[in-house]
């Protein structure tokens, strides 16, 4: 019932910069946060960023200073500007959200994920 769309992966060059949208659509009621984590090859999935429905943001370590979430509530998209990127950025990047049907429960659904390669 619920859907997300990752967009705007891709290659690019060590330094450069990218732009990820996730578009939640479906049976939502609420949207609480959104959130963005990366997988890459052998590795355990990485928390990159969350958003909660006020606007507070969270960030991972290896992404502060060159990352930025945001989200629009009346779209229901979350962004991930990735600013500064470094080859180590390269991984498959699945968005997150913790939303509601209706006021009772919380659930948790994740999207396809979208792949982006920083060449050095």
């Known amino acids: 019932q619920v859907q997300l769309v990752e967009s705007g992966g891709g290659l690019v060059q060590a330094g450069g910069s990218l732009r990820l949208s996730c578009v939640a659509s479906g049976s939502i009621f609420r949207l609480n946060a959104m959130g963005w984590y990366r997988q890459a090859p052998g590795k355990q999935r990485e928390f990159v960023a969350t958003v909660g429905s006020g606007g507070t943001t969270t960030y991972g370590d290896s992404v502060k200073g060159r990352f930025t979430i945001s989200r629009d509530n009346a779209k229901n998209t979350a962004y991930l500007q990735m600013n500064s990127l470094k080859p180590e950025d390269t991984a498959v990047y699945y968005c997150?959200?913790?939303?509601?049907?209706?006021?009772?429960?919380?659930?948790?659904?994740w999207g396809q994920g979208t792949q982006v390669t920083v060449s050095s």
């Open positions: 997150n959200v913790k939303y509601q049907r209706s006021s009772l429960f919380e659930y948790d659904h």
